[in-house]
């Protein structure tokens, strides 16, 4: 070790500079010093990839075009019951008009696939058109049931049961902006077949909709106020958004209508840059007369930072509400830390509804948001169930 | 008077050794893994060391600088030349800094810019001079040619080697492009230089309202470029290169003045070693460069909220910021009321000149003693209003009050470098010893300070009773011989400060000042 050390400090420049007059300083430095040999080849592959570029190299392999208006980003994310990984390829100006459009491709394992392909006309327009269409396939997709069949607010982790999903839904929309408002009318199809899962007890008897082959066709309305100035980091405004849906399928036993809202409101805090974020989410679906909602448009509460930490699709029922207060701090340029308060409720009827009844989670987590509007997030959830570490990457739009 | 100013453009290097050639050195600024290690393991290392925890304790004496001479200054070399605090420099000097005919147009462009945010490129003139420029951007004439014009000729007057600059407005119809003129692409590949390339410069750049472009154009340096002097260690194949730059009084005390014009960027790669030859000897000369990001100035835009005050990397701040769940308000997070393009936020608030930081982390500001911060505020302090206002008269500042707010600013900051620095209670305030008629006199620069006392000083000498006196001034016996060593001390605010030693010998038969130490 003694001859690697030496060695090293005739290699190394810095090393090699401290020559004259060994002061004790010098000869108590001497330890630390041992850790120029492993740094010695990062520095020359830090030198490599400064003078190569390799950093604009790897940024460019992103985009499509010099514009930066084509491209693609990873989509990652890893939420304890499985990871998955995909692209998403994004255009910005499409026909050279400014529309957009997306399509994402998402696999977890050989058990699920999803895929999606969006395009809407320019982001600025008064009034835009755009069609969405997502796939999905699951062979081993979380189910929570008690015999009843209960799914929501009291099944246990060992609840856990297996069904496989397909599920093809499209939607074709047409907004119109007034001001800080969008208003937009939308169609919806939906095509879903369902199974006993790959693994694990299938769902009991009994619950609408299972192992059938289902097309649902309908739409809605849906409203949007977006008053978030900024795009970097939301400190203050308000998001909100509120949509009702019906659809029905044409075996006269099926349809639902679905109410649904989702409101932020960003609360600066008198120091610079911390900003509160309270959300409120509720969605309800009803029987449409005497036909019943299948259990696969029952809202889930684990999606889209809702109830975090929990299992994937943990809680779905008819109902869902949740409350969320996040509070975001800046710790580094482009980096926020948060801590989070998750509480929120799945039910079959407004009657079960208790404060009681809900389940909370809560815990910390740090957020990196590009100037190209790259989002990395990593959080740990806490809850009664256990916790979860999860991570996602992408593209914010 | 002109020779005067050849000596301050050519300062001598005394005592220099006549050098071979040293090996040639990338000029390529490869601050990747230079910041990487010195924000990471160099702090590592240094944290390892028991001697920095005894220092910090003071149960470690700090270490000094090492090329000082008997009287504790750093004597003239091709690192620093004393100038405006040894003699005073007039205004015309001041303004003058390394001396520069103004560019003349028109310029022939040879080379692109492919380093650093500012739109430019290197240009020779109509003398045949090799330029680079550097033009301000878009919407803010005066963001980083303030910093490159006024910061060079204070550092310059300071005694800092640095190159000549001038602001200057740029016709586009006074600038052609050689034909063989390069540049490199975004993946640093070396191709032609086009027209079109010219023409993205001048669309970034600062427009004045009759057409012409905001820039600052530095006169290229004499000698063989030898690639960066760095703030760390010793150049090996440099034999006069025998103190290690973080030990250097001037490049220690460069801190003081970078945080007092807020020079984030002093980084290695903003330095330069030129193998010239002078007087019939051939050594390096040590360059400072590019001060754009001064003032306000982060180059191409303001200055971020966090710059001159954490590194660009900074985990004691990063985990600070985190564990303290954001409670703890970092006091330069609230930005300044109000910032003028041409300056971004320079506010004199939350200026603590000893906790200021570059972008980078720099070994040689890290070293900073109290010796050493005394030595650079005295600099400092040498700088008048006038001295100031004089060097900003060669800026451009657009919009009214705004060269009001940089010369506030710039005394006011002055104001507290001096006051933390000369008013310490870790060095004497008292410096400048001479003998006049028999008497040894000392400068109480507390007063300069602002420091509270300086109305009585206690004298201790060898073989004598001890004595006080009201004025920094002792009568030397009329029978003097052989040599006595005197402690000065300064009454402060509530005791008298440390003690000045001086040492005073007969050469040829008078009394001299031998030696002075704080």
């Known amino acids: 070790?003694?001859?690697?050390?030496?060695?090293?400090?005739?290699?190394?420049?810095?090393?090699?500079?401290?020559?004259?007059?060994?002061?004790?300083?010098?000869?108590?430095?001497?330890?630390?010093?041992?850790?120029?040999?492993?740094w010695w080849p990062i520095s020359r592959a830090l030198d490599f990839a400064q003078s190569h570029a390799l950093f604009e190299r790897l940024e460019d392999l992103f985009y499509f075009n010099e514009g930066r208006t084509a491209g693609w980003f990873p989509n990652m994310s890893s939420t304890g019951s499985g990871e998955g990984a995909g692209i998403l390829v994004f255009h910005d100006d499409l026909f050279g008009k400014g529309h957009q459009g997306d399509a994402a491709f998402t696999m977890s394992g050989a058990k699920q696939v999803f895929a999606s392909l969006r395009l809407a006309g320019p982001s600025g327009a008064q009034r835009r058109t755009g069609v969405a269409v997502d796939y999905a396939r699951d062979d081993d997709a979380e189910f929570y049931a008690r015999a009843g069949p209960r799914l929501g607010?009291?099944?246990?982790?060992?609840?856990?049961?297996?069904?496989?999903?397909?599920?093809?839904?499209?939607?074709?929309?047409?907004?119109?902006?007034?001001?800080?408002?969008?208003?937009?009318?939308?169609?919806?199809?939906?095509?879903?077949?369902?199974?006993?899962?790959?693994?694990?007890?299938?769902?009991?008897?009994?619950?609408?909709?299972?192992?059938?082959?289902?097309?649902?066709?309908?739409?809605?309305?849906r409203l949007d106020w977006d008053a978030v100035p900024g795009k970097e980091r939301a400190v203050r405004g308000t998001r909100l958004a509120a949509e009702f849906e019906a659809q029905a399928a044409g075996d006269g036993e099926h349809g639902y209508a679905r109410h649904f809202v989702d409101g932020r409101v960003f609360v600066p805090l008198p120091a610079p840059r911390r900003v509160l974020t309270l959300r409120g989410y509720w969605e309800r679906l009803h029987g449409l007369g005497s036909r019943r909602a299948p259990f696969?448009?029952?809202?889930?509460?684990?999606?889209?930072?809702?109830?975090?930490?929990?299992?994937?699709?943990?809680?779905?029922?008819?109902?869902?509400?949740?409350?969320?207060?996040?509070?975001?701090?800046?710790?580094?340029?482009?980096?926020?830390?948060?801590?989070?308060?998750?509480?929120?409720?799945?039910?079959a009827s407004e009657s079960e509804l208790r404060l009681t009844r809900w389940s909370a989670g809560h815990g910390p987590g740090l957020r990196f948001l590009s100037e190209e509007q790259l989002l990395l997030t990593a959080h740990v959830g806490f809850n009664a169930e256990g916790s979860r570490f999860e991570l996602a990457m992408g593209k914010v739009f | 008077m002109l020779l005067g100013l050849l000596l301050l453009a050519a300062a001598p290097a005394a005592g220099e050794l006549d050098i071979a050639d040293p090996a040639p050195r990338s000029d390529d600024d490869l601050f990747w893994s230079d910041g990487a290690y010195l924000m990471s393991v160099y702090q590592i290392e240094k944290g390892l060391n028991p001697a920095y925890w005894l220092k910090r304790l003071g149960a470690w004496p700090p270490t000094e600088a090492g090329n000082l001479d008997a009287l504790g200054e750093p004597p003239d070399s091709s690192w620093f030349v004393g100038r405006h605090g040894r003699r005073r420099l007039s205004a015309a000097e001041l303004a003058r800094g390394p001396g520069m005919e103004p560019p003349a147009f028109p310029w022939i462009v040879e080379k692109g810019k492919s380093t650093g945010e500012n739109p430019g490129f290197v240009a020779r003139d109509a003398l045949g001079r090799r330029l680079f420029v550097k033009f301000d951007p878009l919407g803010r004439p005066g963001l980083s040619s303030n910093g490159e014009v006024i910061v060079?000729?204070?550092?310059?007057?300071?005694?800092?080697?640095?190159?000549?600059?001038?602001?200057?407005?740029?016709?586009?119809?006074?600038?052609?492009?050689?034909?063989?003129?390069?540049?490199?692409?975004?993946?640093?590949?070396?191709?032609?230089?086009?027209?079109?390339?010219?023409?993205?410069?001048f669309a970034a750049a600062a427009r004045s309202p009759d057409g012409r472009f905001s820039a600052a154009a530095s006169l290229a340096l004499p000698g063989k470029p030898k690639g960066p002097f760095g703030y760390l260690g010793r150049r090996r194949d440099d034999p006069n290169d025998v103190v290690h730059h973080e030990d250097r009084r001037e490049l220690r005390a460069l801190q003081i003045f970078s945080a007092w014009v807020n020079n984030t960027d002093t980084r290695g790669g903003n330095t330069h070693?030129?193998?010239?030859?002078?007087?019939?000897?051939?050594?390096?000369?040590?360059?400072?460069?590019?001060?754009?990001?001064?003032?306000?100035?982060?180059?191409?835009?303001?200055?971020?909220?966090?710059?001159?005050?954490?590194?660009?990397?900074?985990?004691?701040?990063?985990?600070?910021?985190?564990?303290?769940?954001?409670?703890?308000?970092?006091?330069?997070?609230?930005?300044?009321?109000?910032?003028?393009?041409?300056?971004?936020?320079?506010?004199?608030?939350?200026?603590?000149?000893?906790?200021?930081?570059?972008?980078?982390?720099?070994?040689?500001?890290?070293?900073?003693?109290?010796?050493?911060?005394?030595?650079?505020?005295?600099?400092a302090a040498a700088f008048t209003d006038a001295d100031l206002d004089a060097l900003l008269s060669l800026g451009h500042f657009p919009t009214p009050g705004s060269r009001e707010h940089l010369l506030r600013a710039l005394i006011e900051r002055r104001d507290i470098i001096a006051r933390r620095w000369l008013c310490s209670r870790e060095v004497s305030s008292l410096d400048e010893p001479r003998l006049d008629s028999g008497r040894l006199v000392l400068a109480d620069l507390g007063k300069r300070g602002g420091c509270a006392g300086g109305t009585r000083y206690r004298w201790e000498r060898t073989g004598a009773p001890g004595l006080v006196t009201t004025r920094p001034e002792l009568d030397l016996p009329p029978d003097f011989s052989g040599a006595v060593r005197v402690r000065i001390r300064r009454d402060g605010e509530r005791r008298w400060g440390r003690a000045l030693k001086v040492s005073i010998e007969l050469f040829d038969g008078r009394p001299a000042v031998a030696g002075m130490s704080r």
């Not at chain 2, 200057?168 to 032609?192: E, H």
């Not at chain 2, 005050?309 to 703890?328: K, R």
């Not at chain 2, 070994?363 to 003693?369: E, G, H, I, N």
């Open chain 1, 153 to 221: 607010w009291d099944t246990g982790l060992s609840d856990r049961r297996s069904h496989a999903a397909t599920r093809l839904r499209a939607r074709l929309w047409r907004e119109r902006r007034l001001g800080s408002l969008r208003a937009g009318l939308f169609g919806a199809a939906d095509s879903v077949a369902t199974g006993a899962g790959v693994a694990g007890l299938e769902p009991p008897p009994g619950v609408m909709g299972f192992s059938r082959r289902l097309e649902l066709g309908g739409g809605g309305l």
């Open chain 2, 273 to 379: 070693d030129a193998y010239i030859e002078e007087d019939g000897r051939r050594f390096l000369r040590h360059y400072l460069l590019d001060f754009s990001a001064s003032f306000g100035s982060g180059n191409a835009e303001p200055k971020p909220y966090y710059e001159g005050h954490e590194y660009a990397f900074d985990p004691a701040i990063v985990a600070a910021s985190w564990l303290t769940l954001g409670l703890w308000v970092k006091p330069w997070e609230k930005t300044p009321a109000h910032e003028y393009p041409e300056l971004g936020p320079f506010p004199s608030g939350h200026f603590d000149p000893e906790r200021w930081k570059p972008a980078f982390a720099n070994p040689a500001f890290q070293r900073l003693t109290p010796a050493d911060g005394f030595w650079a505020a005295r600099l």
């Open chain 1, 1 to 38: 070790m003694l001859r690697l050390f030496l060695a090293s400090a005739l290699l190394l420049p810095e090393c090699a500079a401290a020559a004259p007059g060994p002061s004790a300083e010098r000869i108590l430095a001497l330890p630390g010093r041992l850790l120029e040999l492993p």
């Open chain 2, 152 to 201: 060079s000729r204070l550092l310059h007057a300071a005694g800092y080697n640095v190159p000549a600059v001038d602001h200057v407005w740029v016709d586009s119809a006074a600038v052609s492009l050689s034909s063989k003129a390069v540049t490199r692409d975004r993946y640093l590949r070396k191709r032609p230089m086009t027209p079109a390339d010219l023409e993205a410069v």
């Open chain 1, 296 to 347: 696969f448009a029952y809202p889930v509460l684990d999606s889209d930072n809702r109830l975090r930490g929990f299992s994937r699709l943990r809680f779905r029922a008819p109902g869902a509400a949740a409350l969320s207060a996040e509070y975001r701090y800046p710790v580094w340029i482009h980096w926020d830390a948060f801590y989070f308060i998750d509480a929120g409720q799945s039910y």
